[in-house]
């Protein structure tokens, strides 16, 4: 891949960190303010559903914190020179694929295989 379009990549993916950055800062400041806003109402009628929506926040916030974490892994390899290559096979990714998902580590075919592997690509040796 060139210069050029690693580039286009970079910007691409910056601009979705820092989205994703003001994403998950938000979500921790709301989910902060419904569970202290939950606690003054009420007491302990309802613990269990107090729990539930402090895991649900919790969990938000890692899924965004798991994107930021794809993000930072793609800029990592255009630093390193690896984007654009499939970690499983080494074949370049499909552009319009990148274009779709700048975080892609994976081309098309190898992604349906890791998926149907549970999403982990061991033991996946011939394709
Ligand atoms: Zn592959």
Known sequence: MNTQKLEHFRSMLNEQLT???E????DQAN???YIA?????????DMSLSDHNQELAFRLGERDSQMVADIDQALLRI????????AH???PIDERR??????????????????ANDGTDEEISTL
């Open 19 to 21: 989205q994703r950055t």
């Open 23 to 26: 994403k998950v800062r938000e």
């Open 31 to 33: 989910a902060l303010e």
């Open 37 to 45: 806003a939950d606690d003054g109402v009420k007491d302990s009628v």
């Open 79 to 86: 630093d390193e020179g690896t984007y654009g290559t499939c």
């Open 89 to 91: 096979c080494g074949k």
């Open 98 to 115: 990148l274009e779709a998902m700048p975080t892609a580590r994976y081309d098309a075919q190898c992604q349906t295989a890791i998926e």
